[in-house]
DNA sequence: TTAGGATTCG
């Protein structure tokens, strides 16, 4: 039977394939060579739809991969199968199965393809003798080709597009081009009939193409949402203007965009109903974000309300809440992003009848949502905003001022006219994943407490300690709550700071005091590595540093030796660039199986940096290694030693004695192997590294100052310290929590409270005795985080 | 036609 589905069983085939047939490699296939014995093993990832020949024949196309070399600049090949063969395949072959095939004809195509695929095809039919087997079980290969390109590709049959690199535009021209968006505008309204939105695009040949866009609809134009973005315009009209190239908008135009983070899905965003995207297209977008991810600089984390700062200009991604008009030339909108401006704000007065939004949220929103003032040309798309709606309002302008009946200046929020460096207002979807987050956070904000929070942030009374207003009664009495709470020893008394400095150590004290100020201010700088074994503390490594451990050890090639054993399965490849690097990877087992990825541990050995991090998104655990004569074996212990969803872990250098690799075999035979970071440390002789912050609070009360430290993995933040530095919304909770214990551009006085334990203790050096103090059982009130 | 990148009146 030529068409054989062949079941496969604990990964291997229940029906071997013909003995005298070996595997070709795809780069070893040619035009005119001897290919009988061979044949060609791989997963299918496009496949068209069966038509018929002018002469009757039947006709199936598929695009194959080479999974064993997915790395490589040629991994695919079209197969066309023609006759009896053709209809059998087109009603069982889907994507993502295997294919192999046998007696193919090598047909070399007229011209050099530049999307990846091979040179040549293969053609296929009952009557050349050809013989094809489908694996109706993903394999080993499979699940790894899943593992990584878990995107699939959509599915369409269109006539092929020329892509035009900017270094190669002509005036006069209309082209099809890509490009990674350097600068945009948001569409505007023109002073003529359409709406207008600037873009300037770069792409790997380093040229700059600015392009004007009109169209009056809106939605027609690109949905470009930030910096770094990638589109593709098809239908672009090049003409010259000062010298310099330029793109603008012809009949026809038409754009998708692509978010350009590597790894994000690849999805475009269009109006068009009807667009072509294959798997060359997915594969060009995912080459230039790569291109994108070392050449564009990228802007830093997005601003929220907690961290502006007056006189500067920031993109704000928030919720619009309100809107009204307030005269001819302006237009003003109430947003929020759920977090709190820690400078007081304006209001800007309106009506209440010409307020447009909910006003229960209105009002439960007061302390947190802000007033933007938006002029000219901005007041006819910000009319035309929906209430509840996403936006991203772009170069918003912070202005300090301050009113005639204010002691203290407040900040303004001004969207000015004009579209200089892109100011505008974007409309978000709620699939935009920056959204997503958003809409996550805002969700958890409990409205009571920052209600709560009005008094003391609203007001900046000159309270000194102990000058006592009714007003400041007020205050005060606000000021009671605490901003941390003790986990313990609640019936210990309170003991002035003074005191405290006038004493000798060790002792313990429950203080009441103020946060006057606190290091690092940078809070990411905070974090630090921690051994519990010999107390030292180091910096978190760089990328970098494990960049450099990774290329070194890629110079160790895998040792074929030491592939499957009882406890792993493994699997290689050899990159097809210049380097030919070699890579191998190890799943652990369990019960002589291969688990689900998210519970898999994965050892690698000559993975780069970039493969290792698309690893650890979609298996539980990877741990890079390298063959020696006999086993696997860690790398230097400078690298992390195991990989688990964003958190490197480190062993401590002096303290770990490194055994087998093979003692991790004694995890996978646990009935639930968990491969938590601490056991696995263990297994394999490591002293795990603690992620920590450290901090220094200066505390103040009525009698005095003192600096305590602040040693926390978890417990004071309730955030854990090894997550932060790779997780923006943690960040952004802790930047809150020390805003709200130590708010800043406020007096002492309007400080909050803070209870705390701290301990005192000597450390002496040759000459002279220094006491310091510790913060312990203590941790930020639940009202705060 | 409009805009053709390159911050701020309010």
Request: hydrophobic share 35%; with cysteine; proline share 5%.
């Amino acid at each position: 039977m030529p068409v054989q589905l062949m079941k496969i069983i604990k990964g291997q085939s229940e029906t071997p394939l013909p003995s005298h047939l070996q595997k070709e490699n795809l780069q070893h296939l040619k035009e005119g060579c001897d290919h009988t014995n061979k044949y060609v093993q791989g997963v299918v990832t496009l496949s068209y739809p069966l038509t018929k020949l002018r002469d009757g024949t039947d006709f199936f196309k598929i695009v194959l991969q080479d999974s064993d070399n997915l790395f490589s600049q040629i991994n695919s090949i079209n197969v066309l199968i023609y006759g009896k063969m053709a209809e059998d395949c087109a009603k069982i072959i889907r994507r993502g199965e295997t294919f192999i095939v046998a007696g193919f004809k090598v047909i070399k195509l007229p011209t050099v393809r530049e999307d990846g695929r091979h040179g040549c095809h293969l053609e296929v039919s009952e009557e050349a003798g050809s013989a094809i087997y489908v694996f109706l079980y993903e394999c080993l290969n499979n699940f790894f080709f899943y593992s990584l390109n878990c995107i699939i590709p959509f599915q369409s049959v269109a006539p092929k597009y020329v892509y035009t690199p900017l270094n190669h535009l002509k005036d006069g021209t209309i082209v099809n081009l890509y490009g990674i968006v350097k600068f945009f505008k948001p569409p505007y309204v023109s002073k003529g009939t359409d709406y207008c939105s600037v873009v300037t695009l770069v792409d790997p040949s380093n040229v700059k193409l600015t392009c004007t866009l009109f169209n009056g609809n809106l939605d027609s134009l690109p949905k470009i949402y930030k910096v770094g973005d990638i589109v593709r315009f098809h239908r672009i009209k090049i003409r010259e203007y000062n010298g310099q190239m330029q793109g603008i908008t012809s009949a026809g135009f038409a754009s998708l965009t692509f978010d350009g983070t590597v790894g994000a899905p690849v999805v475009p965003r269009t109006s068009s109903k009807v667009y072509t995207f294959m798997d060359e297209e997915q594969k060009t977008i995912e080459e230039l974000r790569i291109w994108a991810a070392s050449n564009i600089s990228i802007s830093g984390p997005a601003a929220r309300l907690s961290g502006v700062q007056p006189m500067l200009f920031f993109d704000l991604t928030c919720q619009l809440v309100g809107k009204a008009k307030v005269d001819g030339s302006s237009f003003l909108l109430k947003v929020w992003d759920g977090t709190k401006c820690p400078y007081p704000t304006w209001k800007v007065p309106v009506e209440a009848k010409d307020l447009e939004g909910e006003k229960v949220l209105l009002h439960q929103l007061r302390n947190l949502a802000v007033d933007i003032l938006v002029y000219d040309n901005h007041v006819q798309l910000a009319e035309s905003l929906k209430i509840g709606s996403f936006l991203r309002i772009y170069s918003i302008h912070t202005k300090q001022a301050s009113a005639d009946n204010e002691d203290v200046s407040h900040i303004e929020f001004h969207l000015h006219g004009g579209t200089c460096y892109g100011r505008g207002i974007g409309v978000l979807p709620e699939s935009n994943p920056d959204v997503k987050e958003l809409k996550a956070f805002l969700e958890s904000v409990d409205l009571a407490d920052s209600q709560n929070m009005e008094n003391t942030c609203s007001m900046d009374l000159d309270s000194t300690f102990g000058n006592v207003t009714d007003l400041e009664l007020d205050l005060q009495r606000c000021q009671q709550l605490s901003v941390t709470v003790l986990t313990d020893h609640q019936d210990l008394s309170n003991t002035e700071l003074k005191t405290i400095t006038n004493s000798t150590a060790p002792q313990q004290y429950r203080i009441r005091a103020k946060l006057r100020t606190y290091k690092p201010q940078k809070l990411h700088q905070s974090v630090k590595l921690h051994c519990s074994k010999c107390n030292s503390l180091q910096e978190v490594p760089y990328g970098d540093d494990f960049d450099f451990i990774l290329h070194g050890s890629a110079n160790t090639a895998p040792n074929p030796e030491l592939h499957n054993t009882s406890w792993y399965e493994s699997v290689t490849w050899t990159t097809q660039d210049q380097k030919q690097r070699e890579i191998a990877i190890h799943f652990v087992k369990h019960d002589e199986m291969l688990q689900h990825p998210e519970d898999t541990l994965l050892m690698i050995e000559g993975g780069t940096l970039k493969e290792i991090w698309k690893l650890t998104k979609r298996f539980k655990c990877v741990i890079p290694v390298r063959s020696t004569e006999d086993d696997l074996e860690l790398l230097d212990l400078s690298a992390p030693f195991l990989l688990q969803g964003n958190v490197k872990y480190y062993g401590c250098k002096q303290c770990s004695t490194p055994k087998p690799i093979k003692n991790l075999s004694s995890i996978a035979a646990e009935q639930r192997p968990s491969w938590e970071p601490t056991e696995v440390a263990q297994v394999l002789g490591i002293e795990l590294l603690q992620y920590v912050f450290i901090m220094k609070f200066t505390l103040v009360d009525e009698t005095g100052a003192l600096n305590a430290y602040l040693f926390d993995y978890e417990k004071f933040f309730q955030i854990p310290a090894s997550e932060i530095l790779t997780n923006s919304f943690l960040q952004q909770k802790m930047q809150m929590t020390m805003n709200t214990l130590c708010p800043p551009g406020r007096k002492l006085g309007d400080l909050p409270w803070l209870e705390c334990f701290i301990r005192s203790y000597n450390v002496r050096d040759a000459t002279k005795n220094q006491v310091y103090y510790q913060i312990f059982d203590t941790t930020v009130a639940e009202d705060v985080v």
